[in-house]
């Protein structure tokens, strides 16, 4: 059985509270076809870049976070499933929840997975909870939390992650600003471009929220 592909990791965070229900571990991935219009990672469109990983090594790594569940976004995750189903079936038999954040449409993954796309099939029997939906700048999403605009759904394909619909009134929107020790400045969750310029005026980012 030969290995999986290595993973295009742009970004590790061992634990956030802004990138799904409950403390999570999330896994930025570098590259994306799909490119909409206002991303707030476009500096993870190009598939230059990243560190190339085995997914044996991100599970291991994220099981010794020793938080509930995973995130996986990007970038867009779906285009490199096979490493991520990889990644997700090694935390899921751990006992960890998954979510994934995608710009495709469920329907267009399901279709894919039904026409012999293996690595897509995979993934989603790997994931627990699924965002799925282009991000549109005509219909920001200033309600629900984790995600950019209102057409965006969330999908639940197993039972691991309750409480969907979320509930905004007990599950506010997040936005969470890390400076290390050397002033690097890295954003994650969701903010408007307004908000978040507002913000980080005058400082280095590295912004780090799905498309």
């Not at 190009?46 to 790594?61: E, F, K, S, Y």
């Not at 790997?126 to 309600?143: E, I, M, S, W």
């Not at 005026?201 to 498309?211: E, V």
Request: charged share 20%.
């Amino acid at each position: 059985m030969s290995e999986p592909p290595l993973v295009r990791v742009a970004r590790f965070l061992d634990r956030t509270t802004a990138e799904g229900p409950g403390e999570r571990t999330a896994i930025w991935v570098q590259g994306c076809t799909i490119r909409c219009a206002g991303c707030f990672n476009p500096h993870l469109f190009g598939v230059r870049g990243g560190v190339p990983t085995p997914p044996a090594d991100l599970v291991a790594r994220v099981l010794a976070t020793g938080t509930p569940g995973l995130t996986l976004l990007g970038g867009e995750p779906f285009e490199q499933a096979a490493g991520l189903a990889a990644v997700a079936t090694g935390v899921r038999r751990a006992g960890r929840s998954v979510m994934t954040f995608t710009g495709y449409e469920y329907d267009q993954l399901r279709e894919q997975a039904a026409s012999g796309r293996d690595d897509v099939a995979a993934l989603l029997d790997a994931t627990d909870l699924l965002v799925a939906g282009l991000f549109r700048q005509d219909l920001l999403d200033h309600d629900r939390p984790w995600v950019g605009s209102t057409n965006q759904r969330f999908i639940r394909l197993s039972d691991r992650i309750e409480d969907v619909p979320i509930d905004v009134a007990v599950t506010p929107d997040r936005l969470e600003v890390t400076v290390t020790a050397s002033g690097a400045v890295s954003v994650n969750g969701w903010a408007d471009i307004e908000t978040l310029d507002a913000l980080l005026s005058g400082l280095p980012a590295r912004r780090g929220k799905p498309a």
